[in-house]
């Protein structure tokens, strides 16, 4: 991993120096809060890469027989339907755990997304200077001055409700962030030697650009994609909830939470159970975030 | 002085212009243009969908039309609600106060509860109380506050009985709008009952926006006075012989506020944003709720109006925030 070069010059103390990987997870592992994040995060990628296998039911089967079947420990309740049943009596667990699928996927999405145009966007903006800076900034600016959910409601209203369509408002969303994250580091680097050396060697502006600044300016990228992760499960579910994101009868949490609606004073667990895994979820990716943050980058601790 | 506030403002206006092009923008984005809009599922003639482009002006040039309509916002006419008929300045003044009524018990909450927490959580680092108010900080801060709100109802209002489920005061009160602040028009009314009607259906949605906050202003208060704690200056006043309270209350604190102050005004964006989810799950009739009844409804004039003053009050309270850090810290005047 490039991104931990700048730790490569912190004392270690040690007679034989760590790899950089050793260096790095030792600075993770001493958050137990990262760790447990970690392994929350190992478990749900677990059960959304074998969600057919783990789940006892279909997600969208409707058991007509079974409406609102309150959870296995509660009267009334079967070990057939382990968190219960919805109002057209489908299993929720079966329905969570397919959900995981997509909240993973809007993630990865999302950041990978925003990640890589904000970037491109920030350095183009660093390099280019002038007119394309001012310009590119002033744009990013007037993103931000929109609350971030609003935007992205507005984003939604122009290309429809859809899951694709929200994961493209997120996404849009948080890319002033990486923009103006990747042009200050980039900056920053401009300056160095190491550049000016690179460029009388002769290299072209993008292998500048790429494979020698991009590198160095990764670690703060790195932790806001980190951090971007809970951001985009977040938003994705509110406008999931809001009837602007997923439609039913696809599992989204947040969609889901949307059609309890009506009736989650009589059924609790209607309700309960995907807030709830909207809630593990993001907690586990921000605990991640904080322990790359505090293992990669000792500047951003707060 | 006079110069950096010159130059904070005039900075504010490429990006205003940009923020009413967005706004421009998006009612010709929308699928359809504006005439097929308006007419909705009625459907419209040709012939008199022509007329009506004609009428309108939406048979120009693209700039020109923007020309125009940098014209009627500067003269503050904003467009009028497809579904109300009202003209959309009218609908956001009178939805305002309330939001402005929640957001702002919603902050004042987050600050009360906040800042001692952090502040002790400081002072006893590395105790379980520091542990464990971190946790919950950063659980908190992951909270999604629609499904919070509406598991609050579950419990406060449905299970105990203790507030009512949605809306700003019970039917049976009728109160004069004054100021629009339910609160201080309820005092205005000298009606008890209306008063603790009002204060009992905020209550929720304060708690419920306020989470987020609450958490990102703990966490914030500790790191700043763990910071401060560790200076030169307090270990001084510490070797004066100066009582514990009054070494971090009067030494440390101050210094610790500064970023604290800084966060709770970038708190904006984030209550705005927070102030739509929760005003859904409560049924408040504020900006937020109109906003996405403005897109359930498709009325894009509202969105279109609504979105651009929602930006133009962000702009201002930044720039308040920026000319304030300004006046407290003359080293970023420049």
Redesign the interface.
């Known amino acids: 991993m490039s991104a931990t070069d700048t730790l490569a010059a912190a004392p270690v103390g040690a007679a034989r120096l760590p790899g950089r990987f050793a260096t790095f997870w030792r600075g993770f592992a001493a958050n137990r809060?990262a760790l447990l994040g970690l392994a929350v995060l190992v478990l749900l990628v677990l059960v959304a890469l074998l969600a057919p296998l783990v789940a006892p039911h279909s997600p969208i089967q409707q058991y007509r027989a079974h409406f609102l079947t309150p959870p296995a420990w509660e009267r009334g309740g079967s070990l057939e339907f382990p968190l219960g049943t919805d109002d057209v009596g489908r299993d929720i667990l079966s329905r969570l755990i397919f959900g995981a699928r997509l909240s993973l996927l809007i993630g990865v999405a999302v950041v990978g997304l925003a990640l890589s145009s904000g970037t491109v966007l920030g350095l183009v903006a660093a390099f280019a200077g002038g007119t394309l800076d001012v310009g590119i900034m002033?744009?990013m600016?007037?993103m931000l001055?929109?609350?971030?959910?609003?935007l992205a409601?507005?984003i939604?209203?122009?290309l429809?409700p859809s899951l694709f369509n929200a994961m493209l408002a997120v996404a849009s969303v948080s890319v002033p962030g990486y923009t103006r994250l990747a042009r200050a580091s980039a900056l920053g680097e401009l300056g160095r030697d190491y550049v000016t050396a690179t460029r009388c060697a002769g290299a072209g502006r993008l292998r500048l650009m790429f494979v020698t600044v991009l590198p160095n300016c990764l670690a703060p990228l790195i932790v806001q994609a980190s951090l971007g992760f809970?951001n985009a499960i977040?938003d994705a579910?509110?406008l999931g909830?809001?009837?602007?994101g997923a439609q039913p009868p696809t599992p989204e949490w947040?969609t889901m939470?949307a059609g309890a609606?009506e009736f989650?004073?009589r059924a609790?667990w209607v309700?309960?159970f995907?807030?709830l895994a909207?809630?593990v979820t993001?907690?586990a990716?921000?605990?991640v975030g904080?322990g790359l943050r505090d293992a990669l980058d000792p500047k951003l601790r707060? | 002085m006079l110069r950096f506030v010159l130059r904070r403002v005039a900075l504010i206006v490429p990006t205003f212009i940009g923020v009413t092009f967005a706004s421009f923008l998006l009612i010709h984005l929308v699928p359809g243009d504006p005439i097929e809009v308006r007419a909705g599922e009625h459907g419209i003639s040709p012939q008199r969908h022509a007329e009506l482009l004609h009428e309108y002006g939406l048979d120009q040039p693209l700039w020109k039309q923007f020309v125009d309509y940098e014209r009627q916002v500067a003269s503050g006419n904003l467009g009028t609600s497809i579904v109300r008929q009202d003209s959309v300045w009218t609908e956001f003044l009178q939805l305002f106060p309330a939001t402005v009524e929640l957001s702002l018990c919603a902050i004042l909450f987050a600050i009360a509860i906040g800042m001692p927490l952090g502040i002790i959580a400081a002072i006893r680092r590395g105790s379980i109380f520091d542990y464990g108010l971190m946790g919950l900080s950063v659980t908190g801060a992951s909270m999604p506050i629609f499904w919070w709100g509406l598991i609050m109802i579950l419990v406060f209002s449905v299970s105990l009985g203790w507030t009512p489920v949605s809306g700003r005061i019970s039917d049976a009160f009728y109160v004069q709008p004054i100021t629009g602040f339910m609160l201080i028009d309820c005092w205005f009314s000298d009606d008890a009952g209306a008063c603790s009607s009002a204060a009992s259906h905020l209550i929720l949605p304060t708690i419920v926006l306020g989470t987020i906050p609450l958490a990102v202003i703990a966490r914030m208060t500790r790191s700043a006075m763990l910071e401060v704690l560790g200076e030169d200056y307090v270990r001084t006043a510490r070797a004066k012989g100066l009582s514990g309270p009054r070494v971090i209350i009067v030494h440390a604190l101050r210094n610790a506020l500064i970023p604290v102050v800084t966060v709770i005004g970038l708190q904006v964006g984030t209550l705005l944003s927070g102030a739509i989810l929760t005003e859904t799950v409560f049924a408040w009739p504020g900006i937020g709720h109109w906003l996405v009844e403005s897109v359930q409804r498709r009325d894009y004039p509202v969105l279109q109006g609504g979105v651009l003053l929602v930006a133009a009050l962000v702009m201002l309270v930044n720039l308040g925030v920026d000319l304030t850090y300004g006046l407290l810290n003359p080293r970023i005047r420049r």
């Not at chain 1, 001055?145 to 609003?150: A, D, E, G, Y």
């Not at chain 1, 909830?241 to 602007?244: A, Q, R």
């Open positions: 809060g002033r744009l600016d007037v001055v929109f609350p971030s959910l609003l409601i507005v939604v209203a122009i429809g809970s977040l579910a509110a909830f809001l009837g602007l947040g939470l609606l989650y004073q609790p309700l309960t995907p807030g909207i809630l993001v907690l990716f921000n605990l904080d707060r």
